[in-house]
């Protein structure tokens, strides 16, 4: 079946160290996304990448870093740089929009299971 | 102020009343998203909206693209409906802007 993939469900970090948080997709999505949920708050944009080789920052990007080698991979790392690290990350992917293309028009969105980070 | 505003913020319900939730938004946008994030955190997308209307059981989603407004209801509720419901809307050049949600809890 496909879908999102994210690992690990559960990380505990010490401060000063640097964590990644996979996320694989197998639905041949080229846009894929991370977010941080904190505690009452909505999903904050973290990175997007609409292409492979392509990424950029969202809302809240200092501290984390990304990379898209591979379509179907979108690993985050939390940097020692990113001073409250503590929160739950979901990562997701769509199929773009194209424009005046209705044909062509997808879009549908699709979201792993999260990621919960805690700095000890 | 948000770009993608949900009301009200928290909602309880009667099991098998109807129920709506608004989303408003300021941008300019090719699509708006209702999404279902459920306790364990898992979030699952119910409706993917560019205009009119869209049912799938129990759940409509309407959207007035001149007005920039969105609701998402809920007919005859249950208590598995129990959940954070996300508005987010998906910008021109792909960006996705979410809503704070709306926590509804239904009681039997």
């Known amino acids: 079946d496909g879908g999102i993939t994210q690992s690990p469900k559960y990380l505990f970090r010490k401060e000063g160290q640097n964590v990644t948080l996979s996320c694989e997709q197998n639905?041949?999505?080229?846009?894929m996304y991370w977010y941080r949920q904190d505690p009452g708050q909505g999903l904050r944009l973290i990175y997007y990448?609409?292409?492979?080789?392509?990424?950029q920052k969202g809302d809240i990007a200092e501290g984390y870093s990304v990379s898209r080698e591979k379509k179907e991979s979108f690993p985050l790392t939390v940097t020692s740089a990113q001073k409250n690290p503590t929160a739950f990350y979901l990562c997701?992917?769509?199929?773009?929009?194209?424009?005046?293309?209705?044909?062509?028009?997808?879009?549908?969105?699709?979201f792993g299971e999260g990621s919960r980070l805690t700095v000890l | 102020k948000n770009e993608v505003e949900q009301s009200p913020q928290n909602l309880t319900a009667q099991e098998g009343e109807f129920i709506t939730i608004n989303c408003s938004y300021s941008?300019?946008?090719?699509?708006l998203h209702w999404l279902q994030q459920h306790p364990g955190g898992g979030i699952v997308s119910l409706f993917m909206l560019s205009s009119g209307k869209k049912k799938h059981g129990r759940l409509i989603a309407t959207i007035n693209i001149q007005e920039k407004h969105s609701s998402l209801h809920i007919t005859a509720s249950h208590p598995r409906d129990s959940a954070v419901y996300i508005c987010?809307?998906?910008?021109?050049?792909?960006?996705?802007?979410f809503g704070a949600g709306t926590i509804l809890r239904v009681k039997s």
């Open positions: 987010a809307v998906r910008e021109y050049g792909n960006k996705l802007v």
């Open positions: 990448s609409q292409i492979v080789n392509d990424f």
């Open positions: 941008v300019g946008i090719s699509a």
């Open positions: 639905l041949n999505h080229d846009a």
């Open positions: 997701a992917s769509s199929s773009p929009f194209l424009g005046q293309r209705r044909d062509l028009y997808t879009g549908e969105l699709f």
